[in-house]
């Protein structure tokens, strides 16, 4: 069964550091694997998706890696901002479904000014 | 934002109601889906739907029915509500269920549901 774990569950940093947010997979049998953020109140945003056959993926501050033989991602932020505060959830693909995205609990960024 | 409302947005229900939530989308994506997520958990499958009338059950379907006779309207029925259904629930839309794309493209706001 796979099971996606975030660690830490929450971190606080000062504003303009660079930081790093984890996720951990159990099968490495995914087709991708997405990362989200969620602001208190609102939906999810898609932050970015890397499939199987990548590494990484950038978009703006944000890079997301993925090494499949050991069942690891990060999501790298650079120079982090105020309003990069958000819970950050990673989520994989099962191989064997085309609709469940498995999910992790999230990390619950704050960033002070 | 893409155009994705659910109603309500909060919702307090006794124990053995039957509640209705509604996930109302202008997109006309053929791909929806329900999903509740819980303190200390990731966001679980409950239902899906792949088109009018298609749907499936997820992970955590016990409990719950679904229709979607229309393209833009997903609903999820709780026949009777328990307090182990409170909850934030969330809708989600997606345009492909390809694997290459693999994407639920598109978050609702939530709808919390509090039973008791």
């Known amino acids: 069964k796979q099971e996606v774990t975030q660690i830490p569950a929450a971190l606080s940093v000062p504003e303009g550091e660079n930081l790093v947010l984890n996720c951990s997979f159990t099968?490495?049998?995914?087709?991708?694997l997405q990362w989200f953020r969620q602001d208190p109140g609102k939906g999810l945003t898609s932050l970015l998706l890397i499939q199987s056959s990548q590494r990484e993926q950038t978009s703006g501050r944000l890079n997301a890696s993925l090494d499949k033989s050991s069942g690891r991602s990060t999501l790298y932020i650079a120079a982090s901002q105020p309003g990069d505060s958000a819970t950050y959830l990673c989520a994989v693909r099962r191989m064997d479904s085309n609709y469940q995205l498995i999910w992790g609990a999230g990390t619950k960024l704050i960033i002070k000014p | 934002d893409a155009g994705i409302t659910q109603s309500p947005r909060h919702k307090v229900t006794e124990t053995g109601t039957p509640v209705t939530l509604r996930c109302h989308q202008t997109e006309n994506h053929r791909y929806m889906y329900w999903y509740r997520q819980d303190p200390g958990h990731g966001l679980r499958l409950i239902h899906y739907?792949?088109?009018?009338?298609?749907?499936d059950k997820g992970e955590v379907s016990d409990g719950y029915s679904v229709s979607r006779s229309k393209t833009e309207d997903f609903l999820l029925t709780l026949e009777s509500a328990t307090s182990s259904q409170t909850s934030v629930y969330f809708c989600?839309?997606?345009?492909?269920?390809?694997?290459?794309?693999?994407?639920?493209?598109?978050f609702g706001q939530g709808t919390r549901l509090t039973v008791v």
């Open positions: 099968d490495s049998a995914i087709y991708n």
């Open positions: 989600a839309i997606s345009e492909s269920k390809d694997r290459v794309i693999g994407t639920e493209a598109f």
């Open positions: 739907s792949y088109g009018v009338k298609d749907t």
